[in-house]
Nanobody
C-alpha cells in the first residue's frame, strides 16, 4: 500500500514562506506524476502544482511566481516551496501521486494558515 506523508504546514504571516514535504513509501519513480492540491471548506479541491517523473512542472496561475515544486529522488520526496504567502492561500494542502500502473493516492492533508 502506497503511503504519502506530508509535513511542513502551519501558521505564517502574510508575506512569509513555508515548505511542504511529501514523503512517499517506495520509489517516486513508481509515480508518473506527483504534486499538491488544496481545498477550502465547501470548495472543490484545486491543483496547486505537479511534477512528472521527467521533471516537467505545472503550476497554477494563482501561485505562479510564488510557489515552486521540486523533487528529491534519493529521498522519495516532493517539496512545495511557498513564498510571498497571502491570506487567500489558507487551505488544507494535499499531496497527490499518480502511480504508473494507474491508481491515484492522496496524503492526509496539512493545514496552511496565512494571517493578514
Amino acid at each position: 500500500q502506497v503511503q504519502l506523508v506530508e509535513s511542513g504546514g502551519g501558521l505564517v504571516q502574510a508575506g512569509g514562506s513555508l515548505r511542504l514535504s511529501c514523503a512517499a513509501s517506495g520509489s517516486i519513480f513508481s509515480f508518473h506524476a506527483m504534486g499538491w492540491y488544496r481545498q477550502a471548506p465547501g470548495k472543490q479541491r484545486e491543483l496547486v502544482a505537479t511534477i512528472t517523473s521527467g521533471g516537467r512542472t505545472n503550476i497554477a496561475d494563482s501561485v505562479k511566481g510564488r510557489f515552486t515544486i521540486s523533487r528529491d529522488n534519493a529521498k522519495n520526496t516532493v517539496y512545495l516551496q511557498m513564498n510571498s504567502l497571502k491570506p487567500e492561500d489558507t487551505d488544507v494542502y494535499y499531496c497527490y501521486a499518480h502511480h504508473v500502473l494507474g491508481p491515484e493516492y492522496w496524503g492526509q492533508g496539512t493545514q496552511v494558515t496565512v494571517s493578514s
